[in-house]
């Protein structure tokens, strides 16, 4: 069974960039889909963004569409997510995922890096 592991994580200013990066071993996950989901202090976890085995396919949250930028790289089996523009709001506990498809509900999940926006 693979693992995930999530770094990047970080304290940063409003408006600021952070990249996060999501490296997988013990298996490889380049015929899976992968994303980011994360959970602020006090509410559910909840969906970032997804990008398809090839890297063509992404999606995003509503909420961070035309800040953030999950991309991946199969050769080098890691994930990232591009933050830029960030806001206090974005603070949370953020967690790298893999499951069947784009559609599909997560099966693994990473131990997650804390990303703290400051105002």
């Known amino acids: 069974q693979g693992q995930l592991d999530e770094s990047g994580g970080g304290l940063v200013q409003a408006g600021g960039s952070l990249r996060l990066s999501c490296a997988t071993s013990?298996?490889?996950?380049?015929?899976?889909?992968m994303g980011w989901f994360r959970q602020a202090p006090g509410k559910e976890r909840e969906f970032v963004a997804a990008?398809?085995?090839?890297?063509?396919?992404?999606y995003y949250a509503d909420s961070v569409k035309g800040r953030f930028t999950i991309s991946r790289d199969n050769a080098k089996n890691i994930v990232y997510l591009q933050m830029n523009n960030l806001k206090p709001e974005d603070t949370a506990v953020y967690y790298c995922?893999?499951?069947?498809?784009?559609?599909?509900?997560?099966?693994?999940w990473g131990q997650g890096t804390q990303v703290t926006v400051s105002s």
């Open positions: 990008i398809g085995w090839r890297g063509g396919n992404t």
């Open positions: 995922t893999v499951s069947r498809t784009v559609i599909d509900r997560p099966h693994t």
């Open positions: 013990g298996r490889t996950f380049s015929d899976y889909a």
